[in-house]
Every structure is written in structure tokens, then in C-alpha cells.
């Protein structure tokens, strides 16, 4: 099997799909008048007839971070941070998966195993955003190659750790008491993942770019690309 294609398109997912779920979200929210982005949070658009959409774009999410640990894997190991980065990635894309799958409890209505698995879920995405950007700052300040990255990566999640703490605190998942900013829950997720999203796409582009770069030396010089391979292997 010619595996460069399949290389390619992990790599465009890697970059895209995350982009491409908030988008799709941004989109839908807008198109339902009854919707406010302000204060509900991406999983409510998986309510109602159109919940379809959003439990599709959950899939999306999910694949994406998949390809996204399955890239980073190639191109860090060994090293640090080369195995754990993109364990994280693969429980948060468990949690994604989960999300859409199990749709969350209507505002007022009573709890139910669906709803309580959809929470389960979330806490398999969010608290794990800024432990895996944390980790790849921790690569990208002893990595040449990434040390470029690094300041940016460290800001990302230090900022996301701080939006993170002010959720649970001042904001609370759905099924908590009203707390003083619960009427921004929707605006304060998305703040968490557009941060975290730009991150993943500038990494994901550089991913490409390096991948790239690999695939034209072991064309030039197919001797050099089997030593890379042992050594990475």
C-alpha cells in the first residue's frame, strides 16, 4: 500500500479539521434563531431534529485528533513528549467521539445516561487542552527544530489553563448550579477553543512542512531516508 497519500491526507486533517468544526459549529449556530452562542455550548447544537450536524461534526473532530497524534508520533519520536503528546490527543479524541455520541441534557430536563456520559466525555477533552500543550512546549524548548515554537506554545497553554480554571470556577458544565458567568458558558468555551485550535493548526502546518521536507530527501537521497527511518524507528 502507497502509505503517502494516506501521509498527505492525516496531515491536512491534522491542520483542517479542527478549523473546520468550529466553522461548521459557527455556522449552525447562526442558521437556528432559538441558538445563542453566547451562552450555550457547542454540544447543545446536537439537540433537535438538525442535532445530526453537529454529532457529524463531532466525527470530524475526532479524526482529526487522531491524525494529529498519528503525525506528531512520526515526526517527534524519539524524544520527549513523542509518545505522551499524542497519547492525549487520542483520549481527547475518545472524548470527542463520546460527545457525539451521547448527546447532552436539554437545559431543565432531568438527567439521564446519556447526558451524564456526554459530561464524562467533555472531562476527557477540556482539563487534557492544556496538559498536551504544556507537553509539546516541554519538546519544543529542548527541540532545535521546534524551539522556534516554543514561547508561542507555552503562552497557548498557560492561557488556556487560565481560561480553563475560570470556567470551572465561575462558569460550571451545564448541569451545575447557576454560577456568576454561567450565562457566558458558550462564549468562554469557544474563547478556550480558538486558542487552542489556532495552536493546532500553526503545529499541524509545520508538521506538513516537515513531512515534506522528509519525503524530498528520501527521494533524493533514498539511502539517507532508510537511516532516518532506523533512527526513528
Given at each position: 500500500m502507497n502509505r503517502k497519500p494516506l501521509d498527505r491526507w492525516m496531515e491536512w486533517l491534522a491542520a483542517v479539521g479542527p478549523i473546520a468544526f468550529l466553522t461548521i459549529a459557527t455556522v449552525e449556530g447562526g442558521l437556528r434563531g432559538e441558538y445563542s452562542a453566547i451562552a450555550e455550548p457547542i454540544s447543545a447544537l446536537a439537540?433537535?431534529?438538525r442535532g445530526w450536524i453537529q454529532r457529524l461534526d463531532f466525527a470530524l473532530l475526532a479524526v482529526?485528533?487522531?491524525?494529529?497524534?498519528l503525525v506528531l508520533r512520526k515526526q517527534l519520536r524519539p524524544g520527549v513528549a513523542s509518545a505522551s503528546a499524542p497519547a492525549v490527543f487520542l483520549l481527547m479524541a475518545l472524548g470527542v467521539a463520546g460527545a457525539g455520541l451521547f448527546t447532552m441534557d436539554p437545559p431543565g430536563a432531568p438527567p439521564t445516561l446519556a447526558g451524564r456520559?456526554?459530561?464524562?466525555?467533555?472531562?476527557?477533552?477540556?482539563?487534557?487542552?492544556?496538559?498536551v500543550t504544556l507537553l509539546a512546549a516541554?519538546?519544543?524548548r529542548r527541540d532545535p527544530v521546534w524551539r522556534s515554537y516554543f514561547g508561542y506554545t507555552l503562552?497557548?497553554?498557560?492561557?488556556?489553563?487560565?481560561?480553563l480554571a475560570f470556567f470551572l470556577t465561575f462558569v460550571?458544565?451545564?448541569?451545575?448550579?447557576?454560577?456568576?458567568?454561567?450565562e457566558f458558558r458558550g462564549v468562554v468555551q469557544r474563547v478556550m477553543l480558538v486558542a487552542f485550535f489556532a495552536w493546532?493548526?500553526?503545529v499541524a502546518h509545520r508538521l506538513h512542512r516537515r513531512?515534506?521536507?522528509?519525503?524530498?530527501?528520501r527521494v533524493s537521497d533514498p539511502a539517507a531516508g532508510s537511516i532516518e527511518r532506523a533512527i526513528r524507528s
Open positions: 439537540l433537535g431534529p482529526s485528533f487522531v491524525s494529529l497524534a456520559l456526554h459530561e464524562l466525555s467533555g472531562f476527557l477533552v477540556f482539563p487534557w487542552i492544556p496538559v516541554r519538546r519544543f503562552a497557548t497553554g498557560l492561557f488556556i489553563l487560565a481560561t460550571g458544565v451545564p448541569s451545575s448550579p447557576p454560577r456568576a458567568f454561567s493546532t493548526a500553526t513531512a515534506q521536507a522528509d519525503r524530498r530527501e
